[in-house]
């Protein structure tokens, strides 16, 4: 069910999460749910998950960008190499 931040304009919570107001997420931290309201929009769009060949293209900040948006954090990888493997991995978890 996907979900939208109710009052606050952002909710940082441990782990270095950040939610948005304007943005619909559809995994929230059950200990952080009275910050959140069930969202009209009906949820983000699915995406058919990024290959290999992909990820290389995109520039490093784009590659962060990628990784924030799956709930990743972008600082703990040092070169595009271990980006690009996060990323992967990010979206197969989902």
């Not at 270095?16 to 009275?34: A, C, I, L, Q």
């Not at 910050?35 to 992909?54: A, C, I, L, M, N």
């Not at 595009?80 to 979206?91: D, F, G, S, T, V």
Request: proline letters at 5%; a negative charge.
């Amino acid at each position: 069910m996907p979900y939208q931040l109710k009052s606050k304009s952002v909710l940082h919570v441990p782990g270095g999460r950040f939610f948005k107001k304007d943005e619909v997420y559809k995994d929230v931290p059950k200990t952080h749910m009275s910050y959140f309201v069930e969202s009209e929009k009906g949820g983000p769009q699915e995406r058919t998950p990024y290959t290999h060949s992909e990820l290389e293209k995109l520039s490093a900040s784009d590659q962060k960008k990628i990784i924030e948006e799956l709930g990743g954090d972008a600082e703990s990888v040092k070169n595009a190499e271990q980006r690009i493997a996060l990323i992967l991995e990010l979206q197969d978890g989902e």
